[in-house]
Every structure is written in structure tokens, then in C-alpha cells.
């Protein structure tokens, strides 16, 4: 496949898992909406996003993107090699012998976590010990999902995984708006939300099953612990897991620092609701990116293609800064008219919506370095050797515990500031160790590529930030004025942002124009 198809079946598949994943993205915004619009950012919702922590600190560490991440290639391996007997019964033992260890795991964790909880918080103490409780049982679930996905990744499916959280999303929302305004205290209302996380994990793992059916293999009750593969999965998930399970102690460390150092009432939230704003962008485009190509990454791997291997992550790299730097720049540029539009309603007063426009923007200065991390940390991924991003991961917690010290100071949006600062070091660090191991990796084109992007990203800041400040002394604040505004400035900014890149000659714009072509065709 010359470079010219292989551009247009990257564009093409990455649009596909990018408008699922963008669906999904987009109700999950619609769902902290609702929970902005009931709970606000200040007061007993941060017991909720502390209790949040541990458990998905444990889902890092042993489920979903961790188990994935090192079943992918065990299980690409067998099918590329034509074993697909013994992939699937790999498959089957990984599926049981998962569900018997960490649901053991959960029921251990949820009797220890008045232990485990109050050291993270100075207010709330048994309101975020019982919300914990509650919210442990989906590490169990979404490791599941885990090892659904990444069977169907294996197959080039990608769009029904994407499309899940859709439903995860509507379940949350559903409990909400149906329970919410019918509990009688603030506790539980925030037990009437974890709840409703719980029963959405449910629905998303349940939800894929049926599409296993259409392959050529399928799920069984066995456990084959003697097969070498399955060892190998396991294996490879030790330094998977605690290269990812790292990556949320950086954010359990940030959300103590935000606790304990900065303000217990309204820091840990506020960082999260502008995180939730950030990960909009990183969904539809690094994740969709990185996901794509992975299985493509492990094959290449298994063939010994590191010419193919070379190509396909420089060109992943290449189009994660073409998609993120524009959003980047938005995400800074214009962060309190995006807060003010999307939280400043019921419970989420004025006063919240700057702190949260302040993290947002921090946030967004590591925003294209974060998915160029991702599609990185799955090259090393894919060549099955973990510990690299693993050693990596680890040095940044050490950089980024470091950098939370200078910047708590500053107030919450310090926090994201550090790990944005620190996001970029371990990218500039994954590239270099990555280079060595397989060879160049076209550091000219990728060097080229982000430079015109950030150009024509400065002149989509310039006209978007123009158009939003006259527009909204003119059209208001009412939710339609804010609409008319933001939404105006964001649609001229991106006719810009495009108009400029093929100015430039971003060779990113012929994928995109092949993909048009594509879609006119069908």
C-alpha cells in the first residue's frame, strides 16, 4: 500500500472512529452539564471527585487501556500468524481469569476504604468513603470492557467500541434527571450520581457483546494457563499497567495538593470539570489516532516492518498535532466563554465558572503533547517492549510532584499547569528512546508539520478571539448570545485555521481532502 492510500485509509478510519467517539465525548459533556446545573463546583461535589479517585486509579492500574494495551498485541500476534483457535482461547482465559482476581480485588478494596479515603481530603471524610464504596465495582466492569475492545480493535472494528460510552453517557444523565431532584439531601444525591456510573459501566460492557458473535471465534469458558501467550499478555501487562496506573497517581498527588493546599471546597472539582472540557478534543482526535493505528502498529511489529512501523507513527504524530494545535489554541484563547457556556447555569455560579476557565486554559498548553504521549507510549506498546513508557511514566511523577510544588502557589489552574509542563518533557523524552530503538523516525516532516500547524493555529487564535469579544458585547449573555458568539467565533476561526494550513502546504490537508472526496463518492 503506497503512502498516498495509506493516507487515506488513516483519514478515513480515524473520521469514522472520531465522529463515534466525538458523539460520545459530546454527551459526556452534556452529562457534566447536568451535573454542573445540580451540584454546582463548589461544596460536597468534591467528595465525589476525590472518591472518584482510588477507583480509577485501580481501573489504570489493572483494567481497561491497561489491559487492552498488552492484550492487543498478544492477540494480533495469534491472528497475524493464523492461530486463531488459540487467540480466541487465549482470549477466553484472560476474560476469567481477570474477572476472578479483580473482582476479588474490588470486594477488597471497597472494606478498605475507610482506611483508604479520608488521608485524601480535608472535608467529607465519610461522604467520599461511602461514594468510593460505591463506584469500585466498575474496575471490574471496565476491565471487561477492556478485553472486548481490544478483541475488536484486533478485527479493524472500531466504531461500536466508540459508540458504548453513548449509552454509558445516556444512562448517567437518565439517573439525574430522573433521581436527583427526587433525593432528599445532598448525600444522596451524590449516591443517586455514583450509582448511576455503576449501571452505565454495566450497560457499556454488555452492549458490544453481541457484535464478538459475527468473527471468527468467540468467547468461552476456559483457562488455559499454561499456554505461554496467555503468561505473555500478563507479562507485558506489569509494565502496561504501571506506566498507566502512573500516569492517575499523577493525578490522585495533584488532587491532594488541590485538598489539602489550595481549597478543599472547590479545587479537586473544579480541575475536573476542566479536564472533562480538555478530554473533548483528545477523544475525538489522539485517541481516535492512536486506537486506529495500534493494531496496525503490533502487525508491522510482528512482520519485522520497521520501515512500515517508521511511516505509520510519524504519521500519526503528524496528524495528532494537525487536529490538537487548533484546539489547543481555542481551548486557551477562549476558556471562560466555553466555561460560562457549557456550566454557568443552576448550581455553578460566576464565581466558579473563572477558576475553571483558568484550569482549562492550563490545561490546553499540553493538549497536542498529550496525544503525541499517547501515540507514542503505543508504539512501545505495539513493539511489546512496555517498560520503556513504564521508566518514562515513572520520572514523571517525579517531575510532576516536583512541579505541583512550585505551582500550587499560583492557585488550582497551577495544578494542570504543572502537568502540562511536565506532559511535554516525557513526549520530548518518548520520541528520543523511541528513535533509537527502531531507527529515524522522520523528524523533520514531524518538526515541520507542528510549526505550520502552530502558525496556522496563531492565526485561527487572532480572528476567533477578535470575533467572540465584538460579537459578545453585542449578541450578550443569554445562553443563545453566548451560542451565537462562541460558536460564530469558533466556525470563522476554523475556516481560517484550514484556509492557512493549505496555504502553508500541511501535507495533512490532502488526507482530508481524499477523505472528502471519499465521502462525496459513497
Do not use: C, H
Not at 33 to 41: H, K, L, R, S, T
Amino acid at each position: 500500500m503506497d503512502e498516498r492510500a495509506n493516507a487515506r485509509r488513516l483519514a478515513f478510519s480515524t473520521a469514522i472512529f472520531s465522529a463515534a467517539t466525538g458523539l460520545s465525548r459530546l454527551l459526556g459533556l452534556v452529562r457534566e452539564i447536568v451535573a454542573a446545573n445540580y451540584f454546582g463546583a463548589r461544596g460536597p461535589i468534591n467528595a465525589f471527585t476525590i472518591a472518584f479517585q482510588i477507583p480509577n486509579l485501580i481501573r489504570a492500574l489493572v483494567a481497561d487501556a491497561a489491559l487492552s494495551s498488552a492484550f492487543v498485541p498478544v492477540f494480533s500476534e495469534l491472528l497475524e500468524k493464523g492461530e486463531k483457535a488459540r487467540a480466541w482461547r487465549v482470549a477466553s482465559t484472560v476474560f476469567w481469569l481477570f474477572l476472578l482476581i479483580v473482582g476479588g480485588l474490588t470486594a477488597l478494596f471497597i472494606l478498605a476504604a475507610p482506611i483508604l479515603m479520608p488521608p485524601l481530603t480535608d472535608a467529607y471524610d465519610d461522604l467520599t468513603v461511602t461514594l468510593s464504596q460505591i463506584l469500585f465495582p466498575i474496575v471490574v466492569l471496565l476491565g471487561l470492557f477492556g478485553i472486548v475492545t481490544g478483541i475488536l480493535n484486533s478485527y479493524e472494528e472500531f466504531s461500536i467500541p466508540a459508540l458504548t460510552p453513548v449509552f454509558w453517557n445516556l444512562a448517567i444523565i437518565a439517573g439525574l434527571v430522573i433521581g436527583v431532584p427526587r433525593a432528599d439531601s445532598d448525600s444522596s444525591k451524590l449516591y443517586v450520581y455514583a450509582g448511576s456510573i455503576v449501571v452505565g459501566t454495566m450497560i457499556q460492557l454488555l452492549l458490544p457483546l453481541p457484535w464478538l458473535r459475527g468473527l471468527d471465534g468467540r468467547l468461552r469458558l476456559a483457562l488455559d494457563l499454561r499456554d505461554p501467550a496467555v503468561k505473555q499478555v500478563f507479562k507485558l501487562m506489569i509494565p502496561v499497567m504501571l506506566g498507566l496506573g502512573l500516569i492517575n497517581v499523577n493525578a490522585v498527588i495533584g488532587t491532594v495538593f488541590a485538598s489539602k493546599l489550595i481549597d478543599p471546597e472547590i479545587s479537586p472539582n473544579a480541575i475536573d470539570k476542566a479536564f472533562r472540557v480538555y478530554m473533548l478534543p483528545q477523544g475525538m482526535f489522539s485517541v481516535a489516532v492512536a486506537t486506529v493505528l495500534f493494531p496496525s502498529l503490533a502487525r508491522y511489529a510482528t512482520r519485522g516492518d520497521l520501515a512500515g512501523f517508521r511511516d505509520t507513527v510519524s504519521r500519526g504524530l503528524r496528524q495528532i498535532n494537525f487536529l490538537l494545535l487548533p484546539a489547543s489554541v481555542i481551548s486557551a484563547v477562549l476558556a471562560l466563554p466555553i466555561v460560562r457556556l457549557l456550566y454557568e447555569r443552576g448550581a455553578f455560579e460566576p464565581g466558579e465558572t473563572r477558576v475553571v476557565a483558568g484550569a482549562l486554559a492550563a490545561f490546553s498548553l499540553g493538549l497536542a503533547f498529550n496525544g503525541m504521549m499517547l501515540m507514542l507510549n503505543r508504539g512501545f506498546f505495539s513493539l511489546q517492549a512496555p517498560w520503556v513508557p513504564t521508566l518514562v511514566a515513572l520520572a514523571n511523577v517525579v517531575l510532576n510532584t516536583a512541579l505541583y510544588v512550585v505551582f500550587y502557589r499560583v492557585g488550582t489552574w497551577g495544578i494542570p499547569l504543572a502537568i502540562s509542563i511536565a506532559n511535554i518533557a516525557a513526549v520530548l523524552l518518548l520520541f528520543a528512546l523511541l528513535r533509537r530503538r527502531i531507527g529515524r523516525i522522520d523528524l523533520a516532516a514531524t518538526v515541520r508539520s507542528f510549526v505550520l500547524a502552530a502558525i496556522a493555529s496563531a492565526a485561527l487564535a487572532v480572528v476567533a478571539f477578535g470575533i467572540w469579544w465584538g460579537l459578545d458585547e453585542l449578541l450578550g449573555r443569554s445562553f443563545l448570545g453566548q451560542l451565537g458568539s462562541l460558536g460564530t467565533a469558533l466556525v470563522i476561526g476554523g475556516i481560517v485555521y484550514l484556509l492557512a494550513a493549505r496555504a502553508l502546504g500541511i501535507r495533512e490537508m490532502q488526507a482530508l481532502d481524499s477523505l472528502r472526496g471519499r465521502f462525496r463518492k459513497g
